[in-house]
């Protein structure tokens, strides 16, 4: 019979921490010539999807699999057959819903950032000078690399890192930071709290 076929972008979709889509989900949806909503086939479709264009730097390739969900959130692995050479995935269906190309990605740590204080410093967490504070991140083993440092001083708003960051003022600091990397992978937040007390006490002696 005749039908009327609608096919429309769907939000990207991460169905763990492990797997994700690979570009965005669709979704597609079939009425009869009288407007009845058709869902359910009694023969089999068959569903393309084109990964031509999608950066795959962040999958693990070989998990590439078409997915479907009744209602765009619990989400059904499909038999899925890849054809890398014209880089197409297609699957045997017989229903419509959501359907979306996920994948494993390649890095699922977040990266490890290290607050260095370089002062004159005196007892632990004290120092007698200007104080500059440098954020280094380092992504996992086979990671994608950091993409940017976050910063905020004793509450305020965020701020990119960019360079070492100076203190000059006297008085008590508390620095929180955290890293993106390439995939995403947010690290959990830091803190790094030090003193600046440049003035030296005074004895005095009465007789």
């Known amino acids: 019979q005749n039908l009327l076929l609608k096919i429309i972008s769907a939000p990207m979709q991460k169905l763990s921490d492990l797997i994700s889509s690979v570009g965005s989900s669709v979704q597609i949806s079939a009425k009869d010539e009288t407007g009845n909503q058709v869902t359910n086939f009694d023969q089999p479709l068959t569903v393309g999807i084109s990964f031509?264009?999608?950066?795959?730097?962040?999958?693990?390739?070989?998990?590439l699999s078409i997915y479907s969900s009744s209602d765009g959130i619990d989400w059904i692995k499909e038999d899925t057959v890849i054809d890398p050479t014209n880089e197409n995935a297609t699957a045997q269906?017989?229903?419509?819903?959501?359907?979306?190309?996920?994948?494993?990605?390649?890095?699922?740590?977040a990266a490890t950032t290290t607050a260095t204080l370089i002062g004159d410093q005196g007892e632990q967490g004290w120092f007698r000078s200007d104080v500059s504070?440098?954020?280094?991140?380092?992504?996992?083993?086979?990671?994608l690399g950091v993409d940017y440092i976050l910063y905020r001083q004793d509450g305020e708003d965020w701020q990119d890192y960019k360079?070492?960051?100076?203190?000059?003022?006297?008085?008590?600091?508390?620095?929180e930071f955290y890293s993106?990397?390439?995939?995403?992978?947010?690290?959990?937040k830091k803190s790094v709290g030090f003193n600046i007390d440049k003035t030296p006490p005074e004895a005095e002696i009465k007789y």
């Open 133 to 143: 504070v440098s954020l280094v991140a380092a992504d996992n083993e086979g990671g």
């Open 163 to 175: 360079e070492p960051i100076q203190f000059s003022q006297e008085g008590q600091y508390t620095l």
């Open 93 to 109: 269906i017989n229903h419509l819903s959501y359907f979306a190309l996920m994948a494993e990605r390649k890095d699922t740590q």
């Open 180 to 188: 993106v990397d390439n995939d995403e992978n947010i690290e959990q």
């Open 52 to 63: 031509a264009d999608f950066d795959l730097s962040r999958f693990l390739t070989d998990t």
